[in-house]
């Protein structure tokens, strides 16, 4: 099929060619674009639920949610293996449309179920976020579903707010105007400046695994303890992501980290597992 899909290669398609992608065959990267729209149109993406605890007691604080691609015949597909090719080929856009409104639809649900509003993080792509029609996106979706702004977060990562600095500013502001909030995602890794973290309107800092890894040495809890000081001193919210050990949690919580998630407690969950703990909570 791949030699038919390449006949199609022509000029005038859709289809951006990325040097890395490029290097690999054409009509491997078609392949996956076509796979991909195929996928968009169907609807073939589903997200998992990873649990936020309160680093003080535990307590179930809300969800990220975390896209994978159930590809008929192929299997469960890791966002790392076809988030890339989405933003190449464009095709970001309807993907993260969809990813809104299941994580909206998804959070009335729960509100209606359990009484008790639990809120979800949807992480964001650069693309997405330099998109000047997102943030009405953003209010559309809420209100389509009837969900209180305050219940989502926007993941954001860090590399994408420095590369597009003015306009990350801008379009998070809108966002924070909604009453939606803003979360800095793997904080600490790329270009990690104290600096970024004044200057963008987010809501909450979450510190990469890299940096919580190597947790409880005492360097690397001095680290997290400056992030959390910094932090406090700008009105932001502290959340550690991949905590794996006892230890690691402890650490984190001593160095000031509010939220906690990762393996320790939950890996991502089945929207039904999820809903489990929430029965639970
Ligand atoms: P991220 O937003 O930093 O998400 C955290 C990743 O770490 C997730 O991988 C999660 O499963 C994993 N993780 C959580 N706890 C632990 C732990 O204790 N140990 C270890 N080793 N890993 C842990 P996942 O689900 O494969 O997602 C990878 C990345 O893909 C995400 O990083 C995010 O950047 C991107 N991504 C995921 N879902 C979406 C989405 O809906 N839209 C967009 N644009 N990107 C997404
Ligand atoms: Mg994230
Ligand atoms: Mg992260
Ligand atoms: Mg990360």
């Not at 600096?195 to 800092?205: C, D």
Request: glycine letters at 8%; one cysteine or more; aromatic letters at 6%.
């Amino acid at each position: 099929t791949a030699a038919m899909h390449r006949a199609k290669a022509v000029p005038g398609t859709s289809l951006q060619f990325p040097p890395e992608g490029f290097e690999r065959g054409s009509g491997q990267v078609l392949d996956a674009e076509q796979g991909l729209r195929a996928g968009v149109s169907k609807d073939e993406f589903v997200l998992f639920y990873q649990p936020k605890v309160d680093a003080a007691n535990g307590a179930l604080l809300g969800f990220e949610a975390l896209v994978r691609w159930d590809r008929p015949g192929l299997g469960r597909i890791a966002p790392s293996d076809f988030i890339p090719a989405a933003e190449r080929t464009g095709l970001i856009g309807p993907l993260g449309r969809l990813i809104l409104a299941q994580a909206c639809q998804q959070i009335a649900r729960w509100r209606a179920e359990h009484g008790e509003a639990f809120p979800v993080a949807v992480n964001v792509s650069p693309l997405q976020l330099i998109d000047t029609q997102f943030p009405q996106l953003v209010a559309d979706t809420l209100a389509q579903h009837r969900v209180p702004p305050a219940l989502l977060t926007l993941e954001i990562t860090e590399s994408a707010a420095v590369t597009h600095l003015e306009q990350a500013r801008d379009q998070i502001r809108q966002m924070r105007e909604l009453g939606v909030r803003v979360a800095l995602d793997d904080f600490g890794t790329g270009f990690s400046s104290l600096n970024l973290l004044r200057s963008l309107p987010v809501s909450t800092v979450k510190i990469d695994r890299s940096l919580i890894e190597p947790l409880p040495a005492p360097d690397a809890a001095a680290v997290i303890k400056a992030i959390c000081q910094l932090a406090a001193v700008l009105q932001l919210d502290v959340v550690a992501e991949g905590v794996e050990t006892d230890a690691q949690a402890q650490a984190a919580r001593h160095a000031g980290c509010q939220v906690l998630q990762g393996a320790l407690y939950a890996p991502p969950l089945t929207v039904d597992d999820a809903g489990a703990w929430l029965a639970r909570a």
